[in-house]
């Protein structure tokens, strides 16, 4: 089964703080996302990558930047952290649009 | 708006009875839907997907889908303990990720 490394597990960043989640996917697929999990908004897609190289805005992009320096990376980055991005964090990685979506196990972030 | 909304909110059945979950669409680009299960503390995992109008069975569960009316349902037959979990329904449109549902939380009692 498609395999899907997030880290860290478990984040506590400050207010004004640079924080980088890292994911790391073992399946050559080409498309990687980000997305957000929040009590009463389901889950949420920040960024997304059709491959190496490339970033896309997904729905809620503002406040964070993405990077994909290879096929098996894609970084979430939040260049000055607030506490409304206080949340819980998954990669996924996928095929064609078509294709099932693989997800980690997720990053929980508190910002204080 | 919620794009995909899935009814009800939460559900409790009891072991070895049938669980119902249902999502409707309000975006017609919307052609590819799928059921994922998440338990607690781990990522959402694909139970199923559903591309063409009509029934698709795998295992105990066995999901619909109405395209004219953009709705999906997911049925849980013989339902288990450990399919205590969070059920989300999920819609693609070809051209990004994956938008998901609110979610339906199912308990199942003994």
């Known amino acids: 089964e498609a395999a899907v490394t997030q880290s860290p597990r478990n984040k506590v960043a400050v207010t004004g703080g640079k924080v980088t989640l890292s994911c790391n996917q073992t399946?050559?697929?080409?498309?990687m996302y980000w997305y957000r999990q929040d009590t009463g908004h389901g889950l949420r897609l920040i960024h997304y990558?059709?491959?190496?190289?490339?970033?896309e805005k997904g729905d809620i992009p503002d406040g964070y930047k993405a990077s994909r320096p290879s096929q098996e990376n894609f970084s979430l980055i939040l260049e000055l952290a607030t506490p409304s991005q206080t949340s819980v964090y998954f990669c996924?990685?996928?095929?064609?649009?078509?294709?099932?979506?693989?997800f980690g196990a997720g990053t929980r972030l508190s910002v204080l | 708006q919620q794009k995909v909304q899935q009814s009800p909110e939460s559900l409790s059945v009891p072991e070895g009875g049938m669980a119902s979950l249902n999502c409707t669409s309000s975006?017609?680009?919307?052609?590819y839907f799928w059921w994922y299960r998440q338990h607690s503390g781990e990522g959402p995992k694909a139970l199923m997907?559903?591309?063409?109008?009509g029934d698709k069975k795998e295992g105990r569960f066995t999901a619909h889908l109405n395209k004219a009316s953009l709705h999906v349902s997911l049925h849980i037959r013989d339902s288990q303990p450990s399919d205590s979990a969070l059920y989300f329904c999920?819609?693609?449109?070809?051209?990004?990720?994956?938008?998901f549902g609110l979610g339906t939380r199912v308990s199942v009692f003994p």
């Open positions: 399946n050559n697929h080409n498309n």
């Open positions: 990558s059709y491959g190496a190289g490339s970033t």
């Open positions: 975006d017609r680009n919307f052609q």
């Open positions: 996924a990685s996928g095929g064609q649009h078509q294709n099932t979506l693989y």
């Open positions: 999920a819609a693609s449109d070809y051209a990004q990720g994956l938008t």
């Open positions: 997907s559903i591309f063409s109008d």
